[in-house]
């Protein structure tokens, strides 16, 4: 469990920050704020995102990363340390056991709980899609330490 503390702790860091500063001075903050709305094929693009991580192809993801998550990684390769560590700590996924779409930070999420070959307890990747379909960060980590979402 330990692997997947470090594991989790390295994708936290390499995601960028959500932050309330979307909220106007003196309006609602980003967490009470209605999310805008996702496209209609949302679901399916979460879906394709978290294939794409699992098989490697940081080509892809990249290519569908917002401007700050793209300067975070600087470059598709960026993301293959990230790959590696999951593939190597977490294995491969053996069944999924609940998908859905969040709010936290005034952001939605796709939130994909599954069970993976390197651990029997679920873990939960965690994925925040803009209103253009872009990627704009990522968060991996055992599912009993989901972070809090928004009312």
Known sequence: MKCLQILAAIAIAAAPSFASAQAP???PSAATKKPAQLPADSVERARKFALWFYTSQSDSLFAHMDSTSRANYH???GLDDDIANFA???????KVLEEKFI?????????????????SAPFLVRLVI???GELMG???GPAAEAPPIDP
């Not at 709010?103 to 651990?119: H, L, M, P, V």
């Open 130 to 132: 803009g209103t253009k």
């Open 138 to 140: 990522m968060g991996l």
């Open 103 to 119: 709010t936290r930070k005034g952001n939605r999420q796709y939130w994909r709980k599954a069970i993976f070959s390197g651990d």
């Open 75 to 77: 470059s598709a390769r």
């Open 88 to 94: 190597l700590n977490v294995g491969s996924e053996v």
């Open 25 to 27: 001075a003196g309006g």
